[in-house]
């Protein structure tokens, strides 16, 4: 029988799975990884609560209007939206299914791909999206922005983008 501390050798070299040992994180880098967990966590908790407070929508859906604002013509391929808003195509549908209802989007087939289809941000939808932008912007602000300094803001854009980038790029290989 195995005391905790051998199993815990073991495991840690890779032998009792027959894999090749683990780079364990440092203090520094546990501390690091499970502060951003925490962080993004609770920022994206913080935001999807506002908006429901003050649109009754939640964060997920902002982000759908948002990028339709931001497309021409107010329209994106449905591939497309769930690869801007980092959704799977099911959960994107289901999510313009209710926003559908809302009046905010409209689902368009496709007229050269019959298994393709386009959400197009309708003119109340806008409305909406332009009545809560300025709330969700200043809640940003308030929770990221404004507890950073200039060279925070900094840094934390560009290991935002080195993450981004590899976890991008490894995605498509």
């Known amino acids: ?4 501390d051998s199993l815990r050798i073991q495991l840690s070299l890779g032998y009792a799975c027959g894999v090749a040992p683990s780079r364990w994180l440092t ?12 962080a993004t966590h ?4 913080q935001l999807d609560r506002e908006l429901w ?5 939640p964060l997920a859906y902002y982000q759908i209007l948002a990028m339709l604002s931001e497309a021409p013509d107010r329209t994106l391929r449905m591939s497309d939206l769930a690869h801007r808003t980092w959704s799977s195509r099911s959960r994107l549908s289901h999510a313009v299914d209710r926003l559908e209802e809302n009046g905010w989007v409209q689902r368009v087939r496709c007229p050269t791909d019959k298994r393709g ?7 109340a939808g806008y409305a909406v999206l332009a009545d809560v932008a300025p709330t969700h912007v200043d809640s ?8 950073l300094t200039p060279d925070q803001v900094e840094a934390l854009r560009e ?6 980038t ?5 995605q498509e290989e």
């Open 27 to 38: 203090d520094a880098e546990q501390r690091t990884w499970r502060a951003f967990l925490e």
């Open 159 to 164: 290991v935002s983008e080195v993450v981004a």
């Open 1 to 4: 029988m195995y005391s905790m």
């Open 117 to 123: 289809s386009f959400a197009v941000l309708t003119d």
């Open 42 to 45: 609770r920022l994206n908790e």
């Open 166 to 170: 590899q976890l991008s790029t490894a």
């Open 140 to 147: 940003v602000r308030r929770h990221l922005f404004d507890q």
């Open 53 to 57: 407070q003050q649109a009754g929508m």
